[in-house]
């Protein structure tokens, strides 16, 4: 019993000292941040190899979920005779919840756990301290530009995730189901707030990639430099940052529509 | 010979375990300095607290007279521009072929026009022979290769010292030969310091003006290579001769065999 009591303490404290490195390395990350702005091709690489490499993913994710919300939306509310108001249940999940979140999520799967292999990979061949001895700052060369390339391609990920979404939501209501073209685009534009619901789901957006892209960066510096090390932490950086965005959508929807 | 760095004192640990006690080493100016021991004696650590990499816990490391870990970021990265190092691994960028990873080190600390940064990278990789690899990327290099080129790397800014970590550490004879060739060539050609860290035994002995020994911490022995290969501390004699006894024994530490035997 004491034993196991034991255990669970150390095992906590053994987190809170990995929350309290992570909090640094995001503390030593912060002075670095406006660099990639200056080297503007090193940013745009790192735009380019995340946002290229999620693209595809987000297209075929976002279709599917709209044309499902659609399918959704119109068996509910054809009992209430409202079912011109698929388009409007379509948009507001998207770009509330679904959008922001499922970016999120497979983002953190497909670009963020390629972050912490290519970090990890980096450290085991010795490349950051080799750029250290080229008096090369890693965290402004390496590490800043990849942190800013995922806050500013995950909001973006999301919007276009939702433009898909709405696409097939049209497509499966309208085109397929026969509701009423114009009915379906006035009705959403008419509930859609941009305050309430576009701007809080890019908020949304934006702290879920600023989480994803601390855990995969932090995942990757701290692995350990061999194969097992650097295969552990990407599916840390999978776990972790899959349950983190649930947890901060859980607290940010509290905020925002209470 | 004036000293070019020299390590006083200096005391360092890993956990509880002490990796340097109270070492102190002179690295003259213009000589090829060997610094052998076995594997995990600390010789990559040593070659780190040198650049400034890790801290010592006491002591102190002095290049040119400036104490390495008293400067500020700034004056250190202004040091490291002066000083090569060479990875046991090689450690390109791996997105970079040849050509972009000998050029970094000029695109990143000068302001030469693509021209003249052309000229210095074909002339550095014309030194370790490979000028006609410019195109390829690291992936595509035998180990011996990656190991050259990051040697034309550590030298494109022309430093006053390089460092070498492990250099024939997994290569074949043709190889260690080429690579031993090159350190000479740049030692003697460009009057560099180099500071070769290693436990290749002969091939550093053939090419070291001036050698120490270590293990645990300390120096066991120190010279010229005929000092050391005729000292008579029995673990020097153990490690040169490459002897499975001695010393450092062949059994990690058990109970009697014949008691595990039940005899
Ligand atoms: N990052 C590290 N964390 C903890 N221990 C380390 C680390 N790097 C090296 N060590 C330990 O320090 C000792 C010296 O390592 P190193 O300098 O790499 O030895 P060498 O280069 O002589 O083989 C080894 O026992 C190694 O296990
Ligand atoms: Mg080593």
Do not use: C
């Not at chain 1, 079912?83 to 497979?106: F, H, I, K, N, Y």
């Not at chain 2, 450690?91 to 000998?102: C, M, S, Y």
Request: net charge neutral.
């Amino acid at each position: 019993m004491i034993r196991m009591l034991r255990a669970i303490g150390r095992w906590g404290l053994s987190r809170l000292r990995a929350a309290g490195r992570a909090g640094l390395f995001l503390f030593g990350l912060l002075p670095a941040l406006a660099y990639p702005f200056w080297r503007i091709r090193l940013l745009l690489k790192q735009v380019y190899n995340t946002g290229t490499l999620s693209l595809p993913i987000i297209l075929t994710a976002g279709l599917f979920v709209g044309m499902v919300l659609g399918l959704q939306g119109y068996n509910v509310l054809v009992d209430y005779n409202s079912e011109e108001a698929v388009g409007t249940m379509t948009a507001l999940s998207l770009l509330r919840e679904l959008g922001p979140v499922v970016t999120a999520l497979l983002f953190v799967g497909r670009a963020g756990s390629a972050l912490t292999a290519e970090i990890g990979l980096m450290r085991s061949t010795e490349q950051l301290s080799a750029l250290e001895m080229m008096a090369v700052d890693p965290v402004r060369f390496i590490f800043a530009p990849r942190f800013v390339a995922v806050v500013l391609v995950v909001p973006l990920l999301a919007l276009i995730f939702t433009a898909l979404g709405i696409l097939g939501g049209y497509l499966v209501a309208v085109g397929w189901l026969g509701v009423d073209d114009g009915a379906f685009w006035s009705q959403m534009t008419a509930h859609v707030d941009w305050q309430d619901d576009v701007v809080n789901g890019v908020i949304k957006s934006v702290v879920f990639a600023v989480w994803v892209a601390v855990v995969a960066l932090f995942q990757g510096e701290e692995a350990p430099p061999t194969s097992e090390g650097v295969s552990y932490a990407t599916t840390r950086t999978v776990v972790q940052g899959s349950l983190g965005v649930l947890a901060l959508d859980f607290v940010l929807t509290a905020l925002m529509f209470n | 010979m004036q000293p070019h760095i020299e390590i006083e004192h200096l005391t360092f640990r890993r956990g509880e375990r002490i990796i340097f006690d109270d070492l102190s080493l002179i690295i003259p100016r213009g000589q090829v300095t060997a610094v052998m021991g076995p594997s995990g004696t600390g010789k990559t650590t040593l070659l780190k607290l040198i650049a400034g990499q890790l801290r010592p816990e006491s002591g102190r490391v002095l290049v040119d007279g400036e104490d390495v870990h008293r400067l500020s970021r700034r004056a250190l990265f202004e040091l490291r521009r002066r000083m090569g190092m060479l990875f046991q691994s090689g450690a390109l960028l791996t997105d970079l072929n040849v050509f972009d990873n000998v050029a970094f080190p000029l695109r990143e600390h000068t302001r030469l026009s693509e021209a003249a940064i052309e000229r210095i990278v074909l002339m550095k990789l014309q030194a370790v022979g490979l000028r006609g690899a410019r195109h390829l990327m690291p992936s595509e290099l035998s180990g011996g290769m990656a190991r050259r080129v990051a040697l034309a790397r550590a030298i494109a800014l022309d430093p006053a010292m390089v460092l070498y970590d492990e250099p024939f550490v997994g290569q074949d004879p043709i190889t260690m030969g080429v690579l031993l060739k090159l350190i000479e060539k740049l030692n003697h050609s460009l009057g560099l310091t180099s500071v070769v860290v290693s436990h290749d035994v002969e091939e550093v002995l053939s090419i070291a003006h001036q050698v120490y020994v270590l293990s645990e911490g300390r120096v066991v022995a120190q010279g010229n290579v005929e000092a050391v290969r005729n000292s008579d501390d029995p673990y020097v004699r153990q490690f040169l001769g490459g002897l499975p006894d001695g010393p450092v024994p062949f059994h990690y530490p058990a109970p009697p065999f014949r008691e595990e035997l039940g005899l």
